[in-house]
């Protein structure tokens, strides 16, 4: 129950990494996907993000749908969440999507996020 989770007090023997993982589409970043699945040993939680600029968001039902798919399809017990950037700002995206993942307990204690390939031409 929920609630019961709520109302349960921190332990250290009862510690789990609940984890905010910045992958984008997962289906793109499956490496970073699995290294996330196996630090919650397969069953505290994961949420995959993914912020988006205002022209993507059209096809965000359909693409939640695949990649809801997609992590079925691999065995990966995670949630996948789409997040808007109002300014099409990564950072402003990615504040959002901190502020609204999880409720109360069930709610991220690590950020994760994934090392970019071109870091060297920015």
Request: aromatic fraction near 8%; charge should be positive.
């Amino acid at each position: 129950n929920t609630r019961e989770i709520t109302n349960t007090p921190d332990h250290v023997k009862t510690y789990r990494p609940k984890i905010l993982c910045f992958t984008g589409n997962p289906a793109h970043r499956p490496s970073l996907v699995d290294f996330a699945h196996l630090i919650t040993k397969k069953t505290s939680l994961l949420i995959c993000a993914d912020v988006m600029s205002e022209t993507e968001t059209k096809l965000v039902p359909v693409q939640r749908e695949a990649v809801q798919a997609w992590l079925k399809d691999h065995n990966i017990n995670a949630f996948y969440n789409p997040t808007q950037s109002s300014s099409n700002s990564f950072l402003d995206g990615a504040k959002n999507c901190i502020l609204n993942a999880g409720i109360g307990k069930l709610s991220p204690n690590f950020v994760l996020m994934g090392f970019k390939n071109n870091w060297s031409k920015d």
